[in-house]
């Protein structure tokens, strides 16, 4: 089993920066994939940006290209989401993933974290 746990969220400025973790732990042989996901109240969650383990590969939704930037430090099995000019629209809670190669291209992870709140205010 897979334990993935966030942390690095709370409240901030439109405009200001975050930076969000995700530790792995436990069984990690069976996915080589990992994601950032977010889920604002009232609305269904949804893909951020995802990276290849090996590789450091990366790819991110449109809404926030140019202004988050996902990494990985392999030696802690630990993944990052840095946020910068943060909009009152990216306020959600913000949860890990991980999974499989094809995770990657499909958006369909096996394991996740339990959550870190992020809000930005006006």
């Known amino acids: 089993q897979v334990q993935l746990v966030e942390s690095g969220g709370g409240l901030v400025q439109a405009g200001g920066s975050l930076r969000l973790s995700c530790a792995a732990s436990g069984r990690t042989f069976s996915w080589s994939a990992m994601g950032w996901f977010r889920q604002a109240p009232g609305k269904e969650r949804e893909f951020v940006a995802a990276i290849k383990w090996n590789s450091g590969t990366t790819r991110y939704t449109d809404s926030v290209k140019g202004r988050f930037t996902i990494s990985r430090d392999s030696a802690k099995n630990t993944m990052y989401l840095q946020l910068n000019s943060l909009k009152p629209e990216d306020t959600a809670d913000y949860y890990c993933?991980?999974?499989?190669?094809?995770?990657?291209?499909?958006?369909?992870?096996?394991?996740w974290g339990q959550g870190t709140q992020v809000t930005v205010s006006s």
């Open positions: 993933a991980a999974g499989p190669l094809g995770s990657y291209y499909t958006n369909a992870y096996d394991y």
